[in-house]
């Protein structure tokens, strides 16, 4: 039986889609399946400087971001909240019984480009504890 985790953020622009990429990269177990969405459906930009960075971890950001869908939610056994402007407690529902996993990592403020590096490093960091500690289960 497999296992989903759905990755969000504000906008599934940068933090949310980086973590996906992290996870589908490090994680070798196939009952694991990631995904990511945002909190705010909309046609917000992607940021370049965001991309560029990004790259140079074999990361790709293009794509249009993806809304956080119902049919998403239904299907997801671990929410992982990778931002700090995106409130838990609207993924609270007993019904689901999914496990909620909240990083309160913030998003770039002034785009530079050692921010956004920092920025990804932690997210990888995290990702790899979790990989390790779904391993574990």
């Known amino acids: 039986m497999s296992e989903n985790i759905l990755f969000v953020c504000k906008h599934n622009r940068f933090r949310s889609k980086v973590a996906e990429a ?3 990269r ?3 177990n196939e009952s694991y399946k990631a995904y990511s969405a945002g909190l ?3 046609g917000y930009p992607l940021d370049k400087i965001q991309i560029k960075v990004a790259k140079e971890f074999g990361i790709n950001l293009k794509g249009k971001p993806k809304p956080i869908s119902m049919d ?3 299907k997801t056994n ?3 909240i990778v931002a700090d402007n995106v409130p ?3 993924f609270h529902n007993k019904k689901y019984s999914r496990e909620e996993i909240v990083w309160k990592i913030a998003d770039t403020k002034n785009n530079n480009p050692k921010e956004v590096y920092d920025i990804i490093k932690k997210i990888e960091k995290r ?3 979790l990989v390790e500690s779904l391993h574990e289960k």
């Open 72 to 74: 998403l939610l239904v």
């Open 40 to 42: 705010l459906p909309g």
């Open 78 to 80: 671990i929410v992982v």
């Open 88 to 90: 838990s407690e609207i």
């Open 127 to 129: 990702v790899e504890h």
């Open 22 to 24: 992290f996870f589908k």
């Open 26 to 28: 490090y994680n070798k």
